[in-house]
């Protein structure tokens, strides 16, 4: 090996070093974002799906017909199905806002999402049906990683292992 070929090598291997290190800068502060983000997706879900129920309940008489006349929920009749939509709309958002219960209140605010996505998609818009899928896809999130160290059960957690 040459002395030039071997200062190459040699510059490669800083600069591929100094690489590494960025990129575990990089991931550190990515990692330091993790619990803001969740919070902030169990935030904006819960206060559109909370919004939604509280409307629900404003209007009641409303809420019936749309589902007698609209929404078409599978094996529920309309009665049942907006006081079982609507329920879901008031009780999972608080569960997934605070974290508590993480994973399976916001397993729950999903089936809430696609329920009223699959019960009224052939009435949408293109823009209305996309919101149902990023919110969706924020409450998968939440449902895969859980609600984050900024929740309710991380704190329970940390609580009983002292």
Do not use: C, K
């Amino acid at each position: 090996m040459t002395q030039a070929t071997t200062a190459t090598s040699r510059g490669i291997g800083e600069r591929g070093h100094l690489l590494i290190q960025l990129w575990g800068l990089v991931e550190t502060g990515l990692d330091g974002l993790r619990s803001p983000a969740l919070l902030a997706a169990r935030l904006y879900v819960s206060y559109v799906f909370f919004s939604s129920g509280l409307q629900s309940l404003r209007d009641w008489a409303g809420t019936v017909w749309l589902y007698q006349n609209e929404f078409h929920v599978a094996l529920l009749p309309p009665h049942v199905a907006a006081v079982v939509g609507t329920a879901g709309e008031l009780l999972l958002p608080p569960l997934v806002a605070l974290g508590l219960l993480g994973r399976f209140s916001a397993l729950g605010l999903f089936v809430v999402n696609l329920v009223a996505l699959l019960s009224y998609m052939y009435a949408l818009q293109v823009p209305a049906i996309m919101f149902h899928f990023i919110w969706g896809g924020l409450i998968l999130m939440i449902a895969l990683w859980g609600p984050g160290a900024w929740s309710v059960d991380a704190w329970r957690t940390a609580r009983r292992a002292r």
